[in-house]
């Protein structure tokens, strides 16, 4: 399991976290504007409805954006060596931080279609990672 | 006097509160923030595309994140309970010199709520909600760096943009140091060395990034009639504007766009000046990327091309765009919040007292300031007498 800061849990992704200990990823969707929402809220940022919606991601992504990380930044050990720290966009339209694992660091770059995988965490829930597609 | 009075120039259209007899809600943080706003724009008939001002009394950005709006004025004071009054005069001074047309203040706080739930629910403090501790640092993130190299990395596959073109940036910015006394690093750098410091978080090396140095700086203001009688030649306020975005860097629409894209023509507007007419530029310099983004969206060349632009050298001393001629947060000193030295030389530079570094007959200059992750701007131009 790789040292990590272990993410806080806000009551408005309770819905979100909880899924994560069944390693599956719920993304709220406002039922009104048919939109997906991230991060998660429970009103909609374009219409300021309440109606949300919770449904399961296909799990596919494109890289984004991607930095490695030769020196560790917050949580992480020197031990683990470096790591790509990513941004990727989801099928379903929303944009999340994320690491991209299973593949030489050298080998993340922009554009390269990715899927869901995840890691442990100390509580039970599960934290959404991408790897190569 | 007329045209500086308050009196009449702005009012209040809409309000809504929300209480309980049991001195508890249901609902709290930015989910009872967005309820009142919905309910004040309704009481007023406006909608939340009808707004372009913001205003709570701690940090905005987060707000203005949840809700996905993109205002070009923000008030955050934060002096305790009389806070919101302070940013109605404020905001009030803003619509009367036209910053901005609607303007939503917003206040929410349940401490009955939070401490029933107890360790479950902790209260949210003037940040709000931890968005970055529960999205993004758990990614092992390093920020600021991390959210300014996947800036660069999405600068460099969208437009090819290379580490040659950003060390060219830290190159121009350490000629302006090496004239500067006071600067902290004042040798003279190339490309290579640049490229040869080493790599934190790619694609950004070392010396791709600001210092971290003790600072401090103040600036006073008067009324231009004021000005003229006082020691100094004033430096007048031509134009100014500002671009809140997103408070996170995953939040934020297009990682190759800042809000400066919506501050520096506005700003530029107020002034009634074009890039062309700026004789110094001091523009916000956490990393080479910052710069780079900077040049794009305030105009000076296109999007995209911000490579192309610098790296036949047009940023040094004597050269077409004087930028940074303090040395800059790359070389001269940068304690976390910079854009108080961008103020500070640009006004030095309009009275002419830089010494060796003094660009030539400058009076025009533009202090471009960008906070948080490519957050928010604020853009200010600044001239002296010749340009009333």
């Known amino acids: 399991m790789t040292t990590r ?82 941004l990727v966009d989801l099928e379903e339209g929303v944009r999340m931080m994320t690491n991209v694992i299973e593949c030489a660091p050298v080998d993340v770059v922009v554009g390269m279609p990715v899927r869901l995988a ?13 790897r190569p597609a | 006097m007329s045209t500086r009075t308050l009196r009449g120039a702005a009012a209040i259209v809409g309000v809504a509160d929300a209480v309980s007899p049991t001195g508890e809600l249901d609902t709290r943080g930015r989910v009872l923030e967005a309820a009142m706003i919905r309910e004040a724009l309704d009481d007023a008939g406006l909608t939340l595309a009808d707004v372009d001002g913001i205003c709570c009394s701690g940090l905005a950005t987060g707000i203005a994140e949840y809700l996905d709006i993109h205002p070009r004025f923000v008030e955050g004071t934060f002096v305790g309970g009389s806070s919101f009054e302070v940013h109605v005069e404020h905001a009030a001074a803003a619509i009367a010199v036209g910053l901005c047309e609607v303007v939503v203040g917003v206040y929410a706080a349940t401490p009955r709520q939070n401490r029933r739930r107890g360790q479950l629910a902790p209260s949210y403090g003037p940040m709000g909600p931890d968005v970055g501790g529960e999205w993004e640092t758990p990614y092992g993130t390093r920020n600021p760096m991390t959210s300014y190299a996947l800036a660069a990395s999405r600068h460099m596959a969208q437009y090819g943009t290379t580490s040659e073109q950003l060390a060219r940036i830290a190159v121009d910015t350490r000629r302006w140091a090496a004239l500067n006394p006071r600067a902290r690093y004042r040798d003279p750098l190339t490309v290579d060395e640049v490229l040869a410091s080493p790599v934190l978080a790619s694609p950004l090396h070392q010396l791709d990034c600001c210092l971290v140095t003790d600072g401090a700086g103040a600036y006073v203001m008067t009324s231009a009639e004021r000005a003229r ?22 939040q934020m629409p297009d990682l190759t766009v800042t809000p400066g894209a919506i501050s520096g023509p506005a700003a530029f507007a107020r002034a009634g000046i074009a890039p062309d007419d700026v004789d110094v530029l001091e523009a916000y310099d956490s990393f080479t990327i910052t710069a780079l983004l900077h040049l ?30 303090n040395g800059g947060g790359l070389s001269y000193t940068h304690p976390g919040q910079y854009g108080m030295f961008l103020l500070v030389e640009a006004t030095r530079q309009l009275r002419g007292e830089s010494g060796s570094r003094q660009v030539e007959d400058a009076d025009i200059a533009v202090a471009h300031g960008c906070g948080g992750v490519l957050s928010a701007t604020g853009t200010v131009v600044l001239g002296n007498e010749a340009t009333l």
């Open chain 1, 5 to 86: 800061f272990e993410p806080t849990a806000s009551d408005e992704a309770a819905t979100f976290w909880e899924a994560t200990r069944e390693q599956q990823f719920v993304l709220p969707w406002c039922t009104e504007c048919e939109l997906a929402i991230w991060y998660p809220r429970l009103v909609c940022p374009r219409c300021f409805d309440t109606a949300i919606e919770w449904r399961e991601t296909s799990g596919a992504a494109t890289v984004y954006a991607c930095s490695i990380h030769w020196k560790p930044g917050t949580g992480r050990a020197e031990e683990d060596g470096p790591y790509v720290v990513a």
């Open chain 1, 118 to 130: 995840w890691e442990p965490l100390s509580d039970g829930r599960h934290l959404p990672v991408f």
């Open chain 2, 229 to 250: 009688d006082l020691a100094r030649p004033p430096v007048y306020v031509l134009g100014a504007a500002t671009g809140l975005d997103h408070w996170v860097i995953s």
């Open chain 2, 296 to 325: 794009e969206d305030l105009g000076f060349c296109a999007k995209g091309e911000g490579g192309a632009f610098v790296e036949d050298g047009k940023l040094g001393p004597g050269d077409a765009l004087p930028m940074n001629t």
